[in-house]
């Protein structure tokens, strides 16, 4: 029996009741389909931060470095932490480390799930770069608590960071419908957007059975609002994709159904998966927390790891579940009742 090492980081809120309830999940599709996971769980979190002056230990990376894969709840607390130190001290330094350069995101209306529009068929797929671009984290601050304090952040694009991300939304175009839509604001930013471009526009020699369109944000986000349908694949820059994709959360009905997948694809290091919604403080330990976003993410894990007839299994008892109302509607049900009705329909 072929075995899988998981590395899980529950994190804060309400990481640790939809990574239980994901896991309950995955093992129960592990078991029917003749594999097994093993899981191995770290404290990495803000109350570990307040406990030891850090996010992860000085060797979280090479202790994660081993692992097939990483499946992640949530990480921060603004009220204990300051956000700019639990992303970069954890979620930022993994997918770097390991370069999980591309982060994938599916937004689609799950059966039984109503969302804010009129247009209910689409199916968009948005990649995110995810380990330069305006986070890359080059900057500073001068003169700190004067009147003439400056702050400068520089976004950093490099010709094999943005092209190796292109490549690999037009090879997903090209297994989906053959339609790649590039986002950019090189109306605007004349530098980095036009680069993008222009390394957009010579890739697509390399794939003519893919039709691509180049956008500028503001008319993307208004397109994913106005005529969802017509959109396939969706690449961005790591902000430009980051706002987007909760733009695609909301269409499809909200953070809850919002899955992601922090992928390497030259599998050199292990990829890491998380929903979307952040640890939700407000909510941690009522019960609450819709694991759907969750589970969805553990099924983009168990699909990476090339068990596609688990991943297939898990996407339908969700499809199955949200049919029957349940975890439809956001805050109506428990996260017990969910999960619940997950693993039912995957017997």
């Known amino acids: 029996m072929k075995t899988y090492k998981i590395a899980l980081l529950p994190g804060d809120g309400i990481g640790h009741d939809v990574t239980e309830a994901t896991w309950a999940v995955l093992e129960k599709a592990a078991q029917s389909n003749g594999f097994s996971l093993d899981a191995t769980s770290y404290p990495w979190s803000c109350d570990y931060y307040l406990a030891n002056g850090s996010m992860m230990p000085g060797n979280g990376i090479e202790t994660l470095r081993f692992f097939d894969a990483i499946l992640l709840g949530a990480v921060g607390w603004p009220r204990k932490v300051p956000d700019s130190v639990s992303l970069h001290g954890l979620l930022l330094p993994i997918r770097k480390a390991f370069v999980q350069y591309a982060n994938i995101r599916p937004h689609r209306l799950l059966p039984g799930v109503q969302g804010p529009l009129r247009s209910e068929n689409f199916d968009i797929l948005c990649i995110r770069e995810n380990t330069e671009g305006e986070y890359s984290g080059a900057g500073g601050r001068v003169h700190q608590g004067t009147d003439s304090e400056v702050a400068v952040e520089t976004s950093i694009f490099t010709h094999k960071g943005v092209e190796r991300i292109l490549r690999f939304g037009f090879e997903q175009a090209r297994a989906r419908r053959g339609k790649l839509a590039s986002v950019t604001k090189s109306n605007a930013q ?84 998380e929903p979307v919604h952040g640890s939700a403080p407000d909510i941690a330990h009522l019960g609450i927390a819709n694991p759907i976003a969750a589970i969805w993410s553990g099924a983009l894990m168990l699909e990476h790891l090339g068990e596609t007839a688990a991943a297939g299994e898990v996407m339908a008892a969700i499809e199955a579940t949200t049919a029957r109302g349940i975890g439809a509607i956001p805050g109506k049900d428990k996260t017990d009742a969910i999960t619940a009705s997950v693993l039912s329909a995957l017997d």
């Open 190 to 273: 004349k530098y980095s957007m036009v680069f993008w471009d222009e390394i957009t526009e010579r890739l697509s020699a390399d794939y003519p059975d893919v039709e691509v369109t180049s956008y500028h944000i503001d008319a993307m986000a208004a397109r994913m609002v106005m005529a969802p349908e017509s959109l396939d694949v969706v690449v961005a820059s790591n902000l430009f994709g980051d706002i987007l994709t909760d733009l695609g959360a909301a269409i499809q009905g909200g953070l809850g159904f919002a899955a992601s997948a922090n992928i390497n694809p030259d599998r050199s290091a292990p990829s890491m998966f």
